[in-house]
C-alpha cells in the first residue's frame, strides 16, 4: 500500500492538535506501510494574510523521508477569496432559492482564505500513484486540494475532520456535506463527533471511531523541577491554572474563575499558550483593570521544550470547551501527570474520568470552576495527575492509532 497523508504544516513551527496528530502517525505508519506526508511550507499559526510567516523551503525535506512541502501562495489565496466573495454576491442577486449553491461558494472561499493555500498538493496526488489519500482538518484549502485531487483521479479519500460542531459556521456548514458525501471513510475522535457527523448527513456505516494519542517519548527528560519553573515566571507560591485564550475553549471562565478566587485572598494565576482572541485580550483588560493583584501571563504560541515547560509549570491545566472534538492537550498535560479540567456533557466526557485524573465542571459556569479549582487548591491533586498519566499510556498509544487508522486504509482499499 501506498498512502498519502495531507496536513497543513509539518515542520517546527505553532503546531495545532490536528497537524500534531498527522506528524505522530507518518512516523509510526513509516514503519508498517509506504507513506509520504504532504503539507505546505507554512510555519506560522496564523492564516490570516497579513501574516506571512513561512519557511522558504518546499520539496523534499531532506532526513525525514519522503515529506513533501509546497508552497503557500498567499497573492493567489488573496485574489480567490476576493473572487470567491464577489461570486457570493453575485449568487445572492441572481438565483432564487440559490443559498446552498451561495453557502458552498462562501465556504469554499472561507476554506482557500483560512489556509494555507498551496495549489501543488493538487497535483501531486492526482497525478500519483498513491492507493489511499488521508487528509485532515476541516475545512482547510489543503484539505479541500487533496478531497478534490483524490476524486478527480478515483483515490480511495479517508477524512479527520476534527468537527467543532459546537461552532456555527461548521455545524450549518454546506462543505461539511460535501466532504462526508465524497470521502469513502470518515474517522471521528469520539463518539460525540460521530453522532454530529451523522446528523449532518454522514452515514453511519463509513465512520469509524479512533481517539487521538500521544507519544510520551517526545517530552523532554530534564525540564527543571515545577517550582524552579514557577520561580523563574515570577510566580513563586501561586497556584497556576494552565489554559488556551481562546472564548470557544472555555478561557473567559477560566479568567472569571480565577479572578473570584483573588478577590478571595487565594493566590492562583493564570498562564496562557496560543495567540489571544480579541473577546479574551477585552476580558482580561477589564478583570486587571479592576484587581491589580491578578497575575495573567499571555506566553503566545510555543513549541517543543518551551510548551512543555508551560505544561510543567503549572497545577491544573484547564480547557472547558464545548466545541473540541478531541482535545489533544489534555493528552499533553496528562504526560506531565497534570490534572485537567474539562467540560461536562461534551465530548471531554469521554476522556476525562470526573474525580479519577480530571474534574468535569458545568460549561459557562465560571463559578462552579471557581468552586472546583479552590477544592483542588486545599487537596493533594498528584494523584488525579499520575491516574491520567496512566491512563494517557493505556488507552492513547500512537502505535495502537496508527495500527487502527491502517486498517481502515486497508478496507477502503479493498
Same mark, same amino acid.
Given at each position: ?23 505522530? #502517525?507518518?512516523?509510526?505508519?513509516k514503519e508498517k506501510t509506504r507513506v509520504s506526508l504532504l503539507a505546505s511550507d507554512m510555519l506560522s499559526e496564523s492564516y490570516n494574510l497579513k ?9 523534499? !525535506? ?17 485574489? =480567490?477569496?476576493? #473572487? ?14 440559490? =443559498? +446552498? ?5 462562501? /465556504? ?27 487528509? +485532515? ?55 460525540? /463527533? ?17 481517539? #487521538? ?38 478561557? =473567559?471562565? !477560566? ?7 483573588? %478577590? ?8 496562557? =499558550? ?13 478583570? !486587571? ?19 512543555? /515547560? ?12 464545548? +466545541? ?15 490534572? !485537567? ?11 476525562? %474520568? ?7 465542571? %458545568? ?28 491512563? #494517557?499510556?493505556? +488507552?492513547?498509544?500512537?502505535? %495502537? ?14
Open positions: 500500500m501506498k498512502l498519502a497523508i495531507v496536513t497543513t504544516r509539518f515542520i517546527d513551527g505553532d503546531m495545532r492538535g490536528g497537524e500534531e496528530m498527522s506528524r505522530t #502517525l507518518f512516523y509510526f505508519l501574516d506571512r510567516r513561512r519557511n522558504s523551503c518546499s520539496g523534499l !525535506v531532506e532526513g525525514d523521508g519522503d515529506v513533501i512541502l509546497f508552497k503557500t501562495h498567499f497573492s493567489s489565496q488573496r485574489a =480567490i477569496q476576493i #473572487l470567491g466573495q464577489r461570486a457570493v454576491r453575485v449568487l445572492e442577486r441572481g438565483i432564487p432559492n440559490g =443559498i +446552498s449553491r451561495k453557502s458552498l461558494f462562501a /465556504e469554499i472561499a472561507k476554506s482557500f482564505a483560512w489556509g494555507p493555500f498551496a495549489p501543488g498538493i493538487y497535483n501531486a496526488i492526482k497525478g500519483s500513484d498513491y492507493d489511499v489519500v488521508f487528509s +485532515s482538518i476541516f475545512p482547510t484549502a489543503t484539505a479541500l486540494f487533496s478531497l478534490k485531487a483524490s476524486v478527480d483521479s478515483g483515490k480511495p479519500f479517508v477524512f479527520t475532520p476534527y468537527f467543532h460542531y459546537a461552532v456555527p459556521e461548521h455545524r450549518n456548514s454546506t462543505l461539511i456535506h460535501f466532504y462526508t458525501k465524497r470521502s469513502s471513510a470518515l474517522i471521528a475522535c469520539t463518539e460525540s /463527533e460521530k453522532k454530529a457527523l451523522i446528523d449532518t448527513g454522514a452515514i453511519g456505516e463509513k465512520i469509524y471511531v479512533i481517539p #487521538l494519542s500521544f507519544d510520551v517519548s517526545t517530552i523532554p527528560l530534564d525540564l527543571p523541577p515545577q517550582e524552579s519553573l514557577k520561580e523563574s515566571m515570577g510566580l513563586k507560591d501561586y497556584f497556576v491554572v494552565l489554559t488556551h485564550p481562546w472564548i470557544q475553549k472555555g478561557a =473567559i471562565e !477560566v479568567l472569571k474563575s480565577v479572578s473570584m478566587l483573588v %478577590d478571595r485572598g487565594k493566590k492562583v494565576a493564570v498562564i496562557s =499558550i496560543g495567540k489571544p482572541d480579541k473577546e479574551y485580550v477585552a476580558e482580561e483588560t477589564r478583570l !486587571v483593570s479592576r484587581n491589580l493583584n491578578l497575575k495573567i501571563l499571555d506566553l503566545g504560541w510555543l513549541q517543543g521544550r518551551k510548551k512543555w /515547560e508551560a505544561f510543567s509549570a503549572c497545577d491544573v491545566f484547564a480547557l472547558p470547551s464545548r +466545541s473540541d472534538a478531541f482535545g489533544i492537550s489534555y493528552l499533553n498535560a496528562w504526560a506531565l501527570k497534570k490534572t !485537567v479540567l474539562a467540560a461536562k456533557n461534551t465530548p471531554a466526557g469521554e476522556i476525562v %474520568d470526573d474525580g479519577i485524573n480530571g474534574m468535569l465542571v %458545568d460549561p459557562g459556569n465560571p463559578e462552579n470552576l471557581a468552586l472546583t479549582l479552590d477544592n483542588l487548591i486545599n487537596s493533594d491533586i498528584r494523584d488525579m495527575g499520575k491516574s491520567g498519566y496512566q491512563k #494517557l499510556l493505556a +488507552s492513547y498509544s500512537p502505535n %495502537d492509532m496508527s495500527e487502527r487508522y491502517l486498517r481502515v486504509f486497508e478496507s477502503v482499499i479493498r
